[in-house]
């Protein structure tokens, strides 16, 4: 009896080598495919009216990291980007977070190069009356805006005009692009709201 046990004694050393192998080797598969994902994809919770009626507060969306790594953005896109007045989040903290910082979703309006007015509620860009068919309602007459927009800089603005903090604040201005994040690729949660975002391209 005595012989048997130190027989199979050491058959639950491999066992145990091969269980805890395999689960290194999942742990290490499991983090590669989350610092893979966050690499190329971020998500974000919309909190707030500022987009409405495009995205709705409390939906989810997947925002494409690598968009803009050989494109720059173009008019028309919809942009999550970290207001100017915060500093551009390290590697680390674009994977997991950076706690306080509140990331925001518009729509480039303006790219590098361009001059924009807004007069009487009206946005032009180069001269050009811009057409906005994704706009909630009118924009509100206010004072008159003018930005030339330098390399590097968009302009960008809520679709909800009326309700939304954007390019047209002192506080943040131009966007540049080292601070935007990425391109809102989909809307993923709620499951009835899921939908690819497509870019506006008839503002010219």
Request: hydrophobic residues 45%; aromatic residues 10%.
């Amino acid at each position: 009896m005595t012989q048997l046990q130190a027989q199979a004694h050491p058959r639950r050393r491999p066992l145990i080598a091969t269980v805890l192998r395999e689960l290194a080797e999942t742990v290490l598969l499991a983090a590669a495919i989350f610092v893979g994902v966050n690499i190329i994809s971020a998500r974000f919770r919309i909190d707030g009216d500022s987009m409405t009626d495009s995205f709705h507060d409390g939906q989810y969306i997947i925002v494409n990291r690598m968009a803009y790594r050989f494109n720059p953005p173009a008019r028309g896109d919809v942009v999550v980007f970290v207001p100017p007045e915060s500093s551009p989040a390290t590697f680390w903290e674009n994977l997991l977070g950076r706690p306080g910082q509140t990331d925001f979703i518009k729509r480039v309006v303006a790219v590098p190069g361009d001059s924009v007015e807004i007069d009487a509620g009206q946005l032009y860009v180069n001269g050009a009356q811009a057409l906005e068919a994704y706009l909630r309602e009118p924009m509100r007459p206010a004072d008159t805006q003018r930005w030339q927009l330098a390399a590097g800089q968009y302009l960008v603005l809520g679709d909800n005009r009326n309700f939304s903090k954007d390019s047209r604040a002192a506080r943040i201005g131009p966007v540049p692009i080292e601070q935007i994040v990425g391109k809102v690729w989909a809307v993923y949660y709620p499951i009835a709201d899921w939908r690819i975002v497509r870019p506006h391209r008839n503002q010219d």
